[in-house]
């Protein structure tokens, strides 16, 4: 009687558990920021909030996560090898193989049906999104260091997604000048995470920017990177993509904050801390300029 009802005690947490490690494996915080890029591709489709974007932001959530949940299957022996991700649900053995591809399964077959309804360009971009991730990126990691820029497409198809289910085409201007902007920043973003971590993809094996480069090197290669994104999100109204008063100051503003942060990556290294320190900002900074272009469209001061 008393181990039933400590069984049944323990039964909620053992749920939770399992919540977490699905979400764990769905990279969560990632996606959903995919799913913003695409909400802004939306918006500024339409310029107005409308419960017919609820559809493809479940799309993309779900094809998302479902390209997270294939990519740590894919990965899950590399994973094990690596400080950073050798704790997550697969290489612990939290979740198993099968328990993973039922998820992928799942959320997959969800962001397609989702994307459907929105329609077939929207479920392009969408599909696109995971082929390239998955059946691309993922296998050129283990090939070259310089995987992260061809890799940097995904980026780029979300608010592609969120723009053509709004019934706009992918080739106005405006969304290209977004889309275009969010493939840069990818770069900058990822090489950040290897100036800390990058001892962790040499002890997996996986080709590494530091067999390259010098710590000195790739943090004013990664520097020029920051500026060339801080460009891309400057050069936004030159394109379509909001003209106000209001935009132009935002989107300078935030791009000075970017660029002085980023000045400390062309100091000598001092530990893995200012990098973390520029790797936050640089995401900031993305927020910022989607923001702004949501806000130009609220408050259209010319």
């Known amino acids: 009687m008393i181990l039933e009802q400590t069984l049944r005690a323990r039964e909620p947490a053992r749920i939770l558990d399992r919540a977490r490690d699905y979400l764990e494996l769905a990279k969560v915080r990632i996606t959903i920021l995919s799913t913003v890029t695409c909400a802004v591709g939306y918006w500024l489709a339409v310029e107005r909030v409308s419960w017919e974007m609820l559809p493809v932001l479940a799309g993309i959530f779900l094809l998302a996560s479902a390209a997270s949940v294939l990519n740590q299957i894919q990965e899950r022996g590399l994973d094990a090898r690596m400080e950073r991700t050798s704790r997550r649900p697969l290489p612990e053995g939290r979740v198993s193989p099968g328990e993973a591809w039922t998820l992928f399964a799942a959320t997959a077959a969800g962001g397609g049906a989702f994307l459907y309804i929105c329609g077939l360009p929207a479920l392009g971009f969408g599909l696109a999104a ?9 296998p050129l990691k283990r090939v070259t260091p310089f995987a992260v820029v061809p890799g940097a497409v995904i980026g780029a198809l979300p608010p592609l997604a969120g723009w053509v289910a709004a019934g706009r085409g992918p080739l106005e201007g405006p969304i290209l000048a977004l889309a275009f902007f969010m493939f840069v920043w990818q770069i900058p973003h990822f090489w950040l995470i290897l100036l800390y971590v990058g001892k962790d993809y040499e002890k997996a094996g996986l080709p590494s920017m530091h067999g390259i480069f010098s710590a000195e090197q790739l943090s004013r290669i990664t520097f020029v990177w920051i500026l060339a994104t801080a460009i891309a999100g400057l050069a936004m109204p030159v394109f379509g993509m909001g003209r106000g008063i209001l935009l132009q100051a935002l989107l300078l503003l935030s791009a000075g904050w970017m660029a002085w942060g980023a000045l400390k990556l062309l100091r000598p290294p001092a530990g893995p801390k ?17 923001a702004a272009l949501t806000l130009d469209k609220l408050v259209p001061i010319r």
Request: zero cysteines.
């Open 130 to 138: 995971l082929v390239w991730y998955n059946g691309v990126y993922t």
């Open 274 to 290: 200012p990098f973390r320190g520029v790797f936050l900002r640089i995401n900031l900074y993305a927020l910022a300029v989607l």
